[in-house]
C-alpha cells in the first residue's frame, strides 16, 4: 500500500508516513525494501510518465475510498490530497474539513486549513472569513 501511494499516488514519503503513523525515516526504509524485493523478483515497474499521473491518482483514490478508515484524520487529509491534485477541488473541499475537524495537532490542522482556501478559491466556493 505504501509503494502504490508513493509511486502511484504521488505522496511524498513523510505524507505516507504520517498516514501509517510511523516516522518518515522508518518510512523510507519500508519503501527501500519493496523497491528492492521488486527488484529482486525481476518485476518490471516503472515511475509513471507526468501525463500518466491523472489516470494513475484516480487509481489511488480508488483504492484509499475503500478503505475503511473514517475516523481516522489522515485518511481524509490523503483523500482531500489526491482529489486536489486531481483538480476535483468541489470534492477536496468537503475531505480537507473532515480532516480538520478530526486532527488534534495545532500545526497541522493549520496547515489542513491552508489546502481548504487554496482549493476553494480554485473552485470558486466562498471562503472562510475567519481566516
Do not use: W
Not at 516503472?46 to 481516522?72: G, I, Q
Amino acid at each position: 500500500m505504501a509503494l502504490t501511494l508513493r509511486l502511484l499516488g504521488g505522496l511524498t514519503t513523510a505524507e505516507i508516513a504520517r498516514a501509517f503513523l510511523i516516522s518518515e525515516t522508518t518510512m523510507a526504509q519500508r519503501l527501500a525494501r519493496a523497491k528492492g524485493k521488486i527488484r529482486d523478483a525481476a518485476i518490471p515497474y516503472r515511475v509513471p510518465r507526468e501525463a500518466d499521473l491523472p489516470d494513475r491518482v484516480r487509481a489511488v483514490l480508488a483504492v484509499v475510498d475503500d478503505l475503511e478508515l473514517d475516523r481516522y484524520h489522515l485518511f481524509h487529509a490523503i483523500r482531500a490530497d489526491l482529489l486536489r491534485r486531481l483538480r476535483r477541488d468541489a470534492e477536496a473541499a468537503p475531505a480537507y474539513e473532515a480532516a480538520i475537524g478530526r486532527s488534534a495537532n495545532a500545526a497541522e490542522r493549520r496547515f489542513l486549513e491552508r489546502r481548504l482556501e487554496q482549493v476553494r478559491a480554485r473552485c470558486g466556493a466562498p471562503l472562510d472569513p475567519r481566516r
